[in-house]
């Protein structure tokens, strides 16, 4: 009936173009019940304490969009440990505290006029910038499990290449390629965080915070900016040379989770009503009386 009303106008509204729709997701290995108390929902969300960027990031990563998928409190905490906290938690506690002990919280140059750091940032771009396009692409599909699982292939490769350039010892031996190296990793760190902003936009918003980025108008469509620039140097020009970074610090923490004693705890409880006089008659001292 929307559309039709839309239409019915006669006005140049925005047309819906795409519907998307998912599959199930069950709750270890049985159906989420909310009459059965049988699941995870917001009120336990709250009691565990824990970031909502790994819930985000979890029920995202399963999405069940071609077929059932499964909540388990297990692989939460593995997707967390060894997802979140070793590619992405890694590479920004990696990289932001080198420009903190480095740099005094500055970011470096990056030198042109330097072959290693040229071939660097030509090999590096080259690699990275066809994986952003092919996120752009599951992007546009609707593709949010694929987008998301793409988004993290791209710090995968700002990881690979920290790894690769090992700035730390380049900065005894070539320092210019070192301070190169800083400045290609920034760049790309940052249009990472534009590409997780959709899935996990307090991530984002942390790494903004420490990387004492403001963002205006260009940066609400900052892979725009850099997609429909063409070419993969662009990448170089997000965020400015000599900006001064924030305090560095880390955002995931390894998960130890009680995993028994919430998987047991969601499993199924006493109906609410009786889960509300049973606190009730705790509360109540012995001595009370009622007129």
Partial sequence: MFPASLIGTGEKYTLVRHLNSTEFLNYEGTKFSKTKNIGVFGDQVQETKIPCEVFR????????????????????????????????????????????????????????????????????LKEFYEELNIYASLMESVK???????????????????????PWVAAKENAKFA????????????VVCAA?????PTFAAKIYCMTNWKRGLREETLLGFVLDAKNALTVLSVIPSKHKIDQALPIFR????LLNH???QCRGREPETKVWWHSYSLSLNLNDTFD
Avoid: T
Wanted: aromatic share 12%; net charge negative; with cysteine.
């Fill in 57 to 124: 990031y979890y029920l995202l990563a399963v999405r069940p969009e071609q077929q059932d998928a499964n909540f388990s409190w297990v692989e939460l905490a593995e997707r967390n440990n060894n997802e979140l906290i070793k590619n992405l938690g890694n590479f920004s506690v990696r990289v932001l505290r080198f420009i903190e002990s480095h740099y005094d919280r500055v970011i470096p140059d990056y030198d042109p006029s330097d072959k290693q750091s040229e071939e660097a940032a030509l090999e590096c």
């Fill in 144 to 166: 949010l499990r694929e987008g998301l699982k793409q988004a993290m292939n791209l710090s995968s490769i700002c990881n690979k290449y920290m790894q690769k350039w090992q």
């Fill in 196 to 200: 997780l902003e959709p899935f996990i």
């Fill in 254 to 257: 390894e998960s130890n989770l």
């Fill in 262 to 264: 919430y998987s047991k």
């Fill in 179 to 190: 301070g190169s190296a800083i400045n290609i990793l920034m760049n790309m760190f940052v």
